[in-house]
């Protein structure tokens, strides 16, 4: 089992992927601003290759192993943004990636992956189908399989984002990430905490998908059980590894409903000009759920990806 990453893991991914993703901005809006009675810093991901994040987690791991692993691909199962991140990371460096999708996946998205160069295997739209299939896949491939989240050097890549974000915005108050599986949020934690240690770490969730906030409110780790939420990017569960990180370190998580997160993706739209996906709203829904928390502090919430829907937009 690999050990959990550092902030020297983070540097270090951080000089490793350079060459390969965008050092994205960071925007403001007075508008919003006045809204939320905040300063809010935008870490704009959803402008990062693949329009997300995951270009670093899964770019790091590729170039984390070794020629003679990497000789025989890496391998995932994943429907979502981390299949396009690690099809374009093998890419780069010239290996094979078998990516496992559920036959239920949408065709633009098998499109995406198959387009990075992807040798794709559809599998029924179950979690024991997928992992079957990916077993499989691996035994015959000999391939690496790199876990969306639960992979210290995937970990490590998302923590970049937060490194940028402080030399970007200096003296937050607030460092804020959507939490899914808490692969983003971990690394944020890790980084903020070793750099700034004075700054507040809030994870946000949708209030109908809230594992993570029930899940260290406890002090033990819950599943995520049929989540019903809009921000599709954010049904997985915390891992033993992020569950680890996160209580250790994270102030605490905000759950935000459907209206409100609606409310923010149109915001961003609309007054910031920042396209973005329902999960990348949910950080500005959470300053707007709760009135007077954040009040005069500044805060860098991180946009985590823009891959959606334009045929289905909630309004």
Known sequence: MLNDPTIDDIRAAAGRIGPYVHRTPVATCASIDAI??????FKCENLQKVGAFKARGATNAVFSLSD???ACGVCTHS???HAAALARAAGLRGIPAHIVMPSSALQVKKAAVAGYGALITECEPTLEARETTLAAVQEKTGATFIHPYDDPRVIAGQG???LELLEQAPDLDVVMPPVGGGGLASGTTITVSALQPGIEIWGAEPAEADDAFRSLRDGRL???????TIADGLL???SDRTFRILSGGLTGILTVDEATIIRAMRLLWERAKILVEPSAAVPLAAILANPGR???????LILSGGNTNL???PW
């Not at 939320?36 to 810093?41: K, M, P, T």
């Not at 954040?294 to 860098?300: A, L, M």
């Open 79 to 81: 429907s979502g943004n």
């Open 160 to 162: 970049t984002a937060a």
């Open 222 to 228: 819950y599943p995520s059980v049929k989540p019903a």
């Open 311 to 313: 045929d289905k937009l």
């Open 294 to 300: 954040f009040d005069g502090k500044r805060v860098g």
């Open 68 to 70: 003679e692993a990497a």
């Open 36 to 41: 939320a009675g905040a300063s809010l810093f």
């Open 236 to 238: 997985t569960s915390l």
